[in-house]
């Protein structure tokens, strides 16, 4: 059974970092490109940054040079750096496998984690 369950959410004040994390189940993680979306009140879900099974990386432009996304796969975990928060990137945050190692077009996901709330004062 695949699970996904992330952590690390919090409210922090614009300028200031946060680091979320994703625990998979190796059925999950193993051979699995990663990624990490967001969904902000309003709006659709949208892809912030993936990672392959070998580590190539794929980030959004809003958060390109702010976003790191990283993966340990002897520990099957999945993180996200994030420096100089905006309060628009607050929203919901999901980890998420992707099919087929694909992580730059027509994404296909596997599995959801719950989410984690990331909130951005100004």
């Known amino acids: 059974q695949v699970q996904l369950v992330e952590s690390g959410g919090d409210l922090v004040q614009a300028g200031g970092s946060l680091r979320l994390s994703c625990a998979a189940s190796r059925s999950a993680f193993s051979g699995n490109a990663m990624g990490w979306y967001r969904q902000a009140p309003g709006k659709q879900r949208e892809l912030v940054a993936a990672?392959?099974?070998?580590?190539?990386?794929n980030y959004a432009d809003s958060v390109k040079g702010r976003f790191t996304i990283s993966r340990d796969n002897a520990k099957n975990t999945v993180s996200l750096q994030m420096n100089s928060l905006k309060p628009e990137d607050t929203g919901v945050y999901y980890c998420?496998?992707?099919?087929?190692?694909?992580?730059?077009?027509?994404?296909?996901?596997?599995?959801w984690g719950q989410g984690t709330q990331v909130t951005v004062s100004s």
């Open positions: 990672i392959t099974s070998g580590g190539t990386t």
């Open positions: 998420a496998t992707l099919r087929r190692n694909n992580i730059w077009s027509n994404l296909q996901v596997g599995s």
